[in-house]
């Protein structure tokens, strides 16, 4: 069986509810997840069928995608889950589905093998945020938030049709 590592945007475009294929992301991405509740019966059946794994990628491939975001400059830009992901596609040399582009520049960066949503045909579904968990506020472009200075987490916000 031929699996691909999906990211939270894959999942979240739902990727693994509209395709035969098998996958694989860690549990970090997992939990991120979890609150898509109204695929949480998909979910499940997924593993049970074996079509979606849920592993973990070793120490050391950690370490090689985090000195990859710094040479690319994006490491204050990805996120652990991000980098558990990209280490995941490194450690079992496959194709990594993203719409990340932080995300799908330290992949090229290790030549690891990446498609978008729009090459696997999905139209994106949202729109990207950056917010302070600490405050609260969102913000656009800037990576710390300006009241207290946390660094800003991304969300993916669903547009509404
Ligand atoms: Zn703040």
Known sequence: MVFRVLDATAFYAGIP?????????????YEEIQHIKTKQGVLEMLQQT??????????????????????????????????????LAL????????????????????????SSLMTEGIRTVGKWIRYCSACGKEF?????????GSKLNRKLIKKSI
């Open 17 to 29: 509810f509209a395709s035969n294929d098998s996958f694989m992301t860690t549990s970090m991405v």
């Open 50 to 87: 074996n079509r979606l794994q849920i592993r973990d990628p070793s120490e050391e491939n950690i370490i090689i995608v985090t000195d990859a975001s710094i040479k690319t400059g994006d490491n204050s830009t990805i996120s652990k889950q991000d980098v558990s992901i990209i280490a």
């Open 91 to 114: 450690e079992n040399d496959i194709e990594l589905i993203t719409d990340d582009f932080a995300v799908t520049n330290v992949a090229k960066q290790l030549k690891i093998k990446t």
């Open 140 to 148: 656009s472009k800037q990576k710390e938030c300006p009241i207290c």
